[in-house]
């Protein structure tokens, strides 16, 4: 059976992905098969809009998406299987095309939305979250990167609230999201199946569907909330260098700054760097040039050259293995401290190791 089922109703694509199994974390065939049949719908007339959401085991609303395939990231690093680096070319394509698509495009955020699924979702025309939600870019946690356009869409977050998020992986309600600029709208997930059945029919015209969506969505729609967003962040996190940041969190008093440093100790010091570095340059790229710099970045997460490490040496893989494969939680870092990291270490990163033209994704403008 497949995990993703895609049907036509009356001008509106229907997406639902099928795998709450995995909490509908992507594989590369979901990708190939998501970039599929976006691809085609955005060449069919007939079609006027994508809805997409997740499916629980019972085939209701359920969470939507909660990454990649983790376990297959690691087991393919450790075979050498190339198809990892398939994977991560083609989940970037689809990203790319997501928040370059020319037709209204809905996401309904319920439940997990992490990693994999905040690509398929911020690109969205209308990115919908409920009180279920939890919104989060962890890849931090297991000394990866915020990928999947992290480096774009977080910096478009008020002041420097994309670099904490980056960093730390926290994990935001629905409404809090809101007040991220990571939703649109937030509702009540007991509406969630009679906005689908709006989108289902097949007496109405596509553009009343959407009118009676929005309309409902906005109707149902619930407040942001800032609470969460405090004032130490931005003066926090506004700073170039990792060490700088620790060090501000080390000397305040505050309650928000002890959970944060204590959060940011348990992470790896190189890939927090690299993380940093990554958002910042961020601020100031196009979407395509983020994501030809994250291609290039999670191609030396898996074989850092630079660093003689490979496969099972490099923090991605020691990092999934400590907190997925073996789940001891106790990751052995190297550096293990922040004050050993050096630009030496941080820099060959952000070299790609291609030609311009040779780049995976050297076909993606704009």
Request: contains cysteine.
């Amino acid at each position: 059976m497949s995990n993703i089922i895609s049907t036509k109703s009356n001008g509106i694509g229907l997406i639902t992905l099928q795998r709450p199994e995995a909490i509908n974390a992507l594989s590369l065939d979901m990708v190939l098969n998501l970039t599929t049949t976006l691809m085609e719908w955005r060449a069919d007339p007939d079609v006027k809009a994508v809805a997409i959401r997740g499916s629980s085991k019972e085939g209701e609303f359920g969470n939507f998406c909660a990454g990649g395939d983790i376990r297959f990231f690691y087991n393919a690093a450790i075979s050498g299987d190339r198809d990892l680096d398939t994977f991560f070319t083609e989940e970037y394509k689809l990203n790319h095309l997501i928040f370059n698509y020319p037709k209204p495009y809905i996401a309904f955020m319920d439940g997990i939305v992490m990693g994999g699924g905040m690509g398929i979702s911020q690109g969205a025309s209308l990115r919908v979250v409920t009180e279920r939600s939890k919104v989060a870019m962890p890849e931090t946690n297991i000394g990866l990167f915020p990928d999947v356009g992290g480096g774009y869409f977080l910096p478009k977050c008020p002041g420097f609230i994309g670099e904490y998020l980056g960093l730390t992986g926290k994990v935001l309600t629905g409404q809090q999201a809101l007040a991220a600029n990571l939703a649109d709208f937030a509702i009540n997930s007991d509406g969630l199946a009679n906005l689908w059945a709006i989108l289902e029919s097949k007496t109405e015209t596509a553009q009343d569907k959407l009118e009676k969506c929005v309309q409902t969505i906005r109707l149902g729609s619930l407040k942001k909330d800032e609470g969460w967003i405090d004032t130490e962040i931005h003066s926090t996190f506004e700073n170039e260098e990792l060490s700088t940041i620790m060090r501000i969190l080390e000397k305040s008093e505050s309650d928000w700054a002890k959970k944060t440093h204590s959060m940011l100790s348990k992470r790896s010091p190189l890939m927090m760097s690299v993380s940093l570095k990554q958002i910042k340059l961020g601020r100031h790229m196009s979407l395509s040039e983020e994501l030809k710099l994250e291609r290039t970045l999670v191609q030396h997460c898996f074989y850092t050259k630079h660093l003689d490490r490979y496969r099972e040496k490099t923090e991605t893989v020691e990092g999934i293995r400590a907190l997925v494969i073996d789940k001891d939680n106790s990751p052995n870092w190297h550096p293990t401290k922040i004050s050993e990291i050096t630009s030496d270490m941080i820099d060959p990163f952000f070299v790609s190791p291609w030609g311009e033209s040779e780049h995976p994704l050297s076909e993606l403008s704009s």
